[in-house]
């Protein structure tokens, strides 16, 4: 079985929990005969390997329009996903964020070459603009369900 990890970024970038968390992933999936491939956004489209793991760098644009900031997709990165997605095949893509480099567009990507996609959630940032899961700055959201749309006014997730 052939599985994609989409971080937002891995080493030798400096990295938080999620990528951390990404890395001994995939080891322990090696361990267990999954052949692990670990692709991300980066400055240009390269490949190496780090503890043992392949990674797989795409391109993404030094120049994004506003709306490619906060949800379009990136036609740069999204042109370097589709040409790995092809040339790897992978069973599974496991997305670990949503960006323009990481789309929803990505995820059609892999579900037209037959992947599964899964998603785990771990920033709030996925689903808060604000990222604070706070509503106006002062009150925590109903469990989360709820973010800040730019309009300050409370939509559901």
């Known amino acids: 079985m052939k599985i994609i990890q989409m ?3 891995f080493y030798p ?4 929990g999620t990528e951390i968390y990404v890395e001994a ?3 322990n999936l090696q361990s267990r005969g999954a052949d692990v491939l670990v692709v991300c956004a980066g400055p240009k489209n390269t490949d190496y390997s780090h503890n043992g793991l392949r990674v797989r760098r795409f391109a993404v644009s030094t120049r994004l329009n506003l709306n490619q900031l906060y949800g379009k997709t990136d036609p740069l990165a999204m042109q370097g996903f589709r040409r790995i997605l092809e040339e790897e095949r992978p069973d599974i893509v496991h997305m670990h964020l949503i960006t323009s480099a990481s789309s929803v567009e990505s995820v059609i990507a892999a579900k037209r070459i037959g992947a599964k996609v899964f998603f785990t959630y771990h920033t709030p940032g996925t689903s808060c603009q604000r990222g604070s899961l706070m509503y106006r700055g ?3 959201c109903t469990a989360g369900l709820y973010c800040i749309d730019v309009q300050g006014a409370r939509c559901r997730v």
Do not use: N
Not at 13 to 16: A, I, M
């Open 13 to 16: 970038d400096p990295v938080g």
């Open 25 to 27: 992933l995939s080891k």
């Open 138 to 140: 002062k009150s925590a």
């Open 7 to 9: 971080p937002f970024c």
